[in-house]
């Protein structure tokens, strides 16, 4: 009868065992019988007969759902004291001579991850550290498979909980297997994917105002990857706060991030090297001064650019100095944008070369653009010994006519009111310039602004959006332009116009078209910023007008309004 019985139940624990298979090829999850029968028999154990198991050397053989069941309850009664033991005891389960158990154990610490993160750094970082010498000295290789995932997982984990002195106690662990067993190390490397998550850890702390506590001790395990990463941030910031903050970061990595940073200006191509000039600006000057104008040679256009709006947003007190030493070897479509930033950074030594650039004395392939960029830089230098060039500019008369274009002669008259006041006060009444006209003109340098880069003109919100297309590229659009001013402005376009991308602009408002030729710079939905790099002296005119017509509502571009969170004006397209 008894072995009658025995078939039985046999028989049916078979047909229950395949409806669990079924279900489980379905997608469902499913508790087997065994499991739901101990789980019955671990809830009808009284709480001190749950510890004093779960506390014990055998802890190993509890399942880690039971495990996570008394750590919750521990945690919900405040015994947070008790809930840690158990899970340090459970995973000191994992020096046991079996293999089996090893498993067992790795396999628990992986399901019981996020329960390790959420407890006090010494508990975690201890965990990954056990986990990280057992697994060098692993040798069977089914086990040492289930360690690795286990200690990437806790990793992980210590990623996602921005607990830097766990990653680093991870990081340093596979420093030291690297150096016993290299080839385990070299698969266990990759998957903690560390560095592809610097940047996200490095805008956290901006967004913070603060380095976190261990972020910096984390960086310097990685001092060439943090260092790229802090660099390529800096070269992003726009706000003096940030930038003191990563300067700070960057600092405290030590000398081995700065030659990082110097062999990528040297070595690495563009993309790379152009991202670490801002912070080298601040940190290794004279490696700059040295190797910037040689690597300048092998790059393109679009490299030039960059390497302009760097040095400018850098904050360093030399970058007038140093546009102008490269200023020779920039394009000559850069150059007016070179000119612009020597002038806001107060660069007295470019007086010279500014003054003669202002007479005509003009670098291979420049347009008078550049010279009319030169006398906007010599007014906000408020450079002695201009005087008389300008006055020449503005007083030239022929008979019937105005020696000098009216471009010209209004920023050369604004220069002056800078410089010579006295002159410009009983000269400009009987100049033939409106007062509308000189109205629109270059801002002088914020000594204390809180912006890394600042504005050459106020923008002006315009009463009505201009309209305008593109001329020269595969796929022409058109744009409307709600917000601009000499320098530049907004443009909302249906089409995806990338940053860096040189586009010849037709604008009107009502009247006659201005031609110009602009850089596309950053994007906001559909709302493009551009940059205008060159210019005839009477499309130029053209502007000036339009904007004083339809540019009624002046936008101050002081550091006041430029806050964190200021968005670009978006408009809906006019096709939408």
């Known amino acids: 009868m008894l072995d009658a019985m025995g078939a039985e139940i046999e028989s049916l624990r078979k047909i229950l065992s395949g409806h669990e298979e079924k279900l489980a090829r379905a997608g469902i999850s499913v508790k087997g019988h065994t499991e739901i029968l101990a789980q019955q028999f671990w809830?009808?154990?009284?709480?001190?007969?749950?510890?004093?198991?779960?506390?014990?050397?055998?802890?190993?053989?509890?399942?880690?759902?039971?495990?996570?069941?008394?750590?919750?309850?521990?945690?919900?009664?405040?015994?947070?004291?008790?809930?840690?033991?158990?899970?340090?005891?459970?995973?000191?389960?994992?020096?046991?001579?079996?293999?089996?158990?090893?498993?067992?154990?790795?396999?628990?610490?992986?399901?019981?991850?996020?329960?390790?993160?959420?407890?006090?750094?010494?508990?975690?970082?201890?965990?990954?550290?056990?986990?990280?010498?057992?697994?060098?000295?692993?040798?069977?290789?089914?086990?040492?498979?289930?360690?690795?995932?286990?200690?990437?997982?806790?990793?992980?984990?210590?990623?996602?909980?921005?607990?830097?002195?766990?990653?680093?106690?991870?990081?340093?662990?596979?420093d030291y297997i690297e150096s016993e067993r290299p080839a385990v190390a070299k698969n266990l490397r990759p998957r903690l994917a560390v560095e592809s998550r610097l940047a996200e850890f490095v805008d956290d702390a901006v967004k913070a105002d603060k380095l976190p506590v261990g972020l910096v001790a984390f960086l310097r395990r990685i001092p060439g990857p943090a260092a790229e990463t802090l660099a390529q941030r800096f070269s992003r910031t726009g706000f003096r706060q940030d930038a003191d903050l990563l300067l700070e970061a960057m600092s405290a990595l030590g000398p081995d991030a700065v030659t990082h940073l110097r062999q990528t200006l040297l070595n690495a191509p563009a993309q790379q090297a152009v991202d670490v000039i801002a912070m080298l600006s601040r940190l290794d000057l004279a490696a700059l001064e040295a190797h910037l104008p040689g690597r300048m040679t092998e790059w393109k256009r679009s490299s030039h650019d960059r390497v302009v709006r760097q040095l400018a947003a850098s904050g360093a007190p030399e970058r007038g100095h140093l546009i102008l030493g490269i200023f020779d070897s920039l394009d000559p479509l850069v150059q007016p944008l070179a000119l612009d930033e020597?002038?806001?950074?107060?660069?007295?030594?470019?007086?010279?070369?500014?003054?003669?650039?202002?007479?005509?004395?003009?670098?291979?392939?420049?347009?008078?653009?550049?010279?009319?960029?030169?006398?906007?830089?010599?007014?906000?230098?408020?450079?002695?010994?201009?005087?008389?060039?300008?006055?020449?500019?503005?007083?030239?008369?022929?008979?019937?006519?105005?020696?000098?274009?009216?471009?010209?002669?209004?920023?050369?008259?604004?220069?002056?009111?800078?410089?010579?006041?006295?002159?410009?006060?009983?000269?400009?009444?009987?100049?033939?310039?409106?007062?509308?006209?000189?109205?629109?003109?270059?801002?002088?340098?914020?000594?204390?602004?809180?912006?890394?880069?600042?504005?050459?003109?106020?923008?002006?919100?315009?009463?009505?959006?201009?309209?305008?297309?593109?001329?020269?590229?595969?796929?022409?659009?058109?744009?409307?332009?709600?917000?601009?001013?000499?320098?530049?402005?907004?443009?909302?376009?249906?089409?995806?116009?990338?940053?860096?991308?040189?586009?010849?602009?037709?604008?009107?408002?009502?009247?006659?078209?201005?031609?110009?030729?602009?850089?596309?710079?950053?994007?906001?939905?559909?709302?493009r910023a551009f940059e205008v790099i060159d210019i005839d002296l009477e499309e130029r005119a053209r502007l000036r007008k339009l904007l004083v017509q339809i540019g009624s509502v002046l936008k101050a571009a002081s550091s006041d309004n430029r806050g964190r969170n200021r968005g670009r004006t978006i408009l809906a397209p006019s096709s939408q």
């Open 43 to 174: 809830n009808e154990l009284p709480a001190e007969k749950r510890n004093e198991a779960l506390l014990s050397p055998n802890a190993w053989c509890i399942p880690a759902a039971s495990i996570r069941q008394s750590v919750e309850a521990l945690q919900k009664s405040g015994d947070a004291a008790t809930a840690g033991r158990i899970l340090e005891n459970y995973v000191n389960c994992i020096r046991n001579p079996n293999a089996e158990t090893r498993r067992a154990v790795a396999h628990g610490v992986a399901e019981l991850a996020p329960f390790y993160g959420s407890f006090e750094d010494k508990l975690f970082v201890s965990t990954i550290r056990e986990l990280g010498l057992t697994l060098n000295e692993e040798t069977d290789s089914e086990s040492r498979s289930v360690i690795s995932a286990a200690f990437v997982r806790l990793a992980q984990e210590a990623g996602q909980r921005r607990s830097y002195t766990g990653m680093q106690r991870a990081i340093e662990m596979v």
């Open 342 to 527: 020597i002038g806001l950074a107060g660069e007295q030594d470019a007086n010279q070369r500014l003054i003669r650039i202002a007479e005509g004395d003009l670098p291979p392939g420049a347009t008078a653009y550049l010279q009319l960029k030169a006398i906007e830089a010599l007014g906000r230098l408020r450079t002695p010994g201009a005087e008389k060039l300008l006055r020449r500019i503005v007083e030239g008369k022929q008979v019937w006519r105005w020696t000098f274009p009216s471009e010209l002669r209004i920023v050369a008259a604004q220069a002056l009111e800078k410089i010579d006041p006295d002159w410009a006060k009983h000269f400009l009444p009987k100049s033939g310039l409106s007062v509308a006209e000189l109205a629109i003109q270059p801002l002088d340098i914020e000594m204390n602004s809180t912006v890394m880069r600042q504005r050459r003109y106020a923008r002006l919100r315009l009463e009505r959006p201009m309209s305008g297309e593109t001329m020269n590229l595969k796929e022409n659009c058109g744009i409307e332009i709600p917000e601009m001013n000499l320098g530049g402005g907004v443009a909302v376009s249906d089409q995806a116009l990338h940053p860096g991308t040189i586009v010849s602009l037709r604008m009107s408002a009502d009247s006659k078209p201005v031609r110009a030729q602009a850089i596309v710079r950053d994007a906001n939905m559909h709302a």
